[in-house]
């Protein structure tokens, strides 16, 4: 101790600053009172010493820090000559070439990498056994992913597909890129410019995978929009489904090719349903449920095949087919059927027509509401609120042994069975004397009339024919369901949407024509056999009636009446004779011999 120094005695409540270094018998120990070691270099009496490392409280040590932070905590460079070894068994090391390797706690050798890149290029490794690192075809441009990989066959097939069913956790690599569903689902995108595979520019191909017996979804592509809702489906077998409408209807029903140009859509069905359905959902809109349109020169709808054209209206007062037309020698409506007949009209009420035919000016129309070119065969009655033009005639029987011709003069020889409806037929022959007050008309055309047995069974064959029209309207209504109602409370209905209710009605073959079974005028036949029919003039002008001057000169104006000479016509000479025979009025002359004139038949 030093001159006048003390020692003192510390309570426990003094801090204790002392360092002591002792050896307890068995270990040498540094022991401070508080605070942390610091380890120096230098004069420490002078001030000059400073701190090489230092031990902290907490127990970490620093070198070139006095802040450790960690265990150990070294600002400088360390040297490890036999690597390191963490506490899972794993070390790094560093070789003679200063290239660290890392082994794993079950010994092996985790790869070293080295290698060289391009800036924004995603690295891969181009050396497995050495670790070495280089450039991949992909490019991060910072806003989007870049494949750069030459035009080839193989890689740009195939290459990307989702991982799982959580479509955020990224793309991968298809393991066997290949052009092919067999590999897998694939997308193809072909650049505009593109050469490599002949006949693929700007192509944009999705692909799902082909698989073998495919159940619900297997095999499909699907398009969801919205909250992952499904829009669209297309199934392996080509069926394609939008907005939910699972069916087996198609479009390019197992083709995409061959259709030709000419068709935007096709649409068939092997369901038995509709190829086509199409609805309006609010009422009152005056919305079409299918609607077309086509410039001059096109068809804005052009339907063939099957059953043809089916149309139902469930509006009060309105058509089922409402057809219109605004185009000059335009017809609103045209049928024409190549082997059978070209329409069939039939009201199910017994109040109400079955055909009604107007024209602009009703009544006073100028022209005709109705053309018929050819002839109108009816088996009921003819009611006409106008006039009539042309003349009549009466369908009758050849009983003469000598042939009739148009012009001749007949009379009644009496009446056989019917071959229209109930009338009987009137038999007829030359007039061969004058006066003859059993006069019928003058001789018009040949006529074709089957026989009972041809008739009857024509008759049958139509009967059937009207039935099974009759059971198909039934059966269509009994099969009409509700559709339920719209917003506004008006009911709707359909028969085709439950087509399998509606029973196959066939309709009866046809073994006997219209022109073997029923009566009809043979326009090209100029003479009429014993035996046949024919129509005869029995009143309106006609245009010929052969005449004979000898028995007098005829005038038009002149009355005409029978003469000797057996079916020709003469002048009436004896007006009390001619009471009951006269066949009509000339409307033409001739002076002598004998001739043909013009006639206005009223017999009388």
């Known amino acids: 101790m030093e001159e006048n120094s003390s020692w003192t005695i510390l309570d426990n409540k003094e801090n204790q600053t002392t360092t002591v270094i002792a050896h307890d018998g068995t270990d040498g120990q540094i022991t401070r009172g508080r605070g942390a070691f610091?380890?120096?270099?230098g004069d420490f009496y002078s001030g000059n010493d400073q701190e090489q490392m230092r031990l902290t409280e907490e127990g970490n040590l620093g070198i070139g820090t006095s802040k450790p932070q960690f265990k150990l905590d070294v600002a400088g460079a360390i040297r490890a000559r036999q690597g390191f070894v963490f506490n899972d068994g794993s070390t790094l090391k560093v070789n003679d070439k200063g290239l660290l390797t890392l082994t794993d706690s079950n010994g092996n050798v985790v790869p070293d990498v080295s290698g060289s890149g391009t800036t924004g290029r995603l690295t891969k490794w181009t050396d497995g056994a050495s670790g070495t690192l280089g450039d991949s075809v992909a490019i991060d441009t910072g806003t989007g992913l870049q494949l750069t990989a030459a035009p080839n066959g193989l890689v740009d097939t195939n290459l990307l597909y989702l991982n799982g069913t959580n479509g955020t956790t990224g793309v991968l690599a298809g393991s066997t890129p290949s052009f092919g569903a067999n590999n897998g689902p694939f997308f193809a995108m072909r650049g505009n410019a593109y050469t490599t595979i002949p006949n693929q520019r700007g192509l944009f191909t999705i692909s799902a995978g082909n698989v073998s017996s495919p159940v619900g979804d297997d095999g499909s592509v699907k398009f969801n929009t919205g909250n992952d809702l499904l829009r669209m489906v297309i199934r392996p077998n080509g069926t394609v489904a939008v907005a939910g409408g699972f069916s087996a209807n198609s479009i390019f029903a197992g083709t995409t090719t061959g259709l030709g140009p000419g068709i935007a859509v096709y649409a068939a069905t092997n369901s038995g349903g509709?190829?086509?359905?199409?609805?309006?959902?609010?009422s009152g809109n005056n919305c079409y449920a299918l609607e077309g349109y086509a410039p001059t020169g096109d068809y804005a709808a052009y339907i063939y095949g099957g059953k043809g054209v089916y149309a139902e209206s469930d509006d009060a007062a309105q058509p089922g087919v409402d057809a219109n037309a605004y185009g000059s020698n335009a017809y609103a409506l045209r049928a024409e059927s190549a082997a059978y007949r070209a329409g069939y009209f039939k009201s199910d009420s017994n109040i109400l027509y079955s055909l009604y035919v107007d024209d602009v000016d009703g009544p006073t129309q100028t022209t005709a509401a109705l053309n018929v070119r050819g002839?109108?065969?009816?088996?009921?009655n003819l009611v006409i609120a106008g006039s009539k033009a042309g003349y009549v005639v009466d369908i009758v029987q050849n009983m003469d042994s000598a042939a009739l011709e148009p012009g001749d003069v007949v009379v009644i020889v009496g009446n056989g069975p019917p071959v229209l409806g109930q009338i009987p037929v009137v038999t007829v022959k030359k007039a061969s004397g004058a006066y003859d007050s059993?006069?019928?008309?003058v001789v018009d055309q040949a006529w074709y009339a089957p026989d009972p047995e041809t008739k009857a069974a024509y008759e049958a064959q139509e009967s059937a024919a009207r039935s099974a029209m009759d059971a198909r309207n039934r059966a269509r209504a009994a099969a009409r369901v509700s559709l339920?109602?719209?917003?506004?409370g008006v009911e709707?209905?359909?028969?085709?949407?439950?087509k399998s209710t509606e029973p196959e009605i066939a309709m009866p073959e046809t073994k006997?024509?219209?022109e073997q079974g029923t009566l009809h005028a043979l326009s090209e036949v100029t003479s009429v056999g014993p035996g046949s029919y024919l129509s005869v003039v029995t009143l309106g002008s006609y245009k010929m009636i052969k005449v004979d001057a000898s028995f007098g000169a005829i005038r038009a104006g002149d009355l005409l009446t029978t003469?000797?000479?057996?079916?020709?016509?003469?002048?009436?000479t004896d007006k009390v004779a001619a009471i009951g025979a006269i066949i009509g009025k000339a409307l033409g002359n001739l002076d002598s011999g004998t001739g043909t004139i013009p006639v206005l038949v009223m017999p009388k």
């Open 38 to 41: 610091s380890f120096r270099l």
């Open 274 to 282: 509709e190829a086509v359905y199409g609805q309006c959902l609010q």
């Open 375 to 380: 002839t109108i065969r009816g088996e009921g």
């Open 438 to 441: 059993a006069v019928a008309g």
């Open 484 to 488: 339920g109602k719209t917003a506004d």
């Open 492 to 498: 709707q209905f359909s028969t085709r949407r439950v």
């Open 512 to 514: 006997i024509t219209d």
């Open 563 to 572: 003469s000797t000479h057996a079916g020709y016509a003469m002048k009436v």
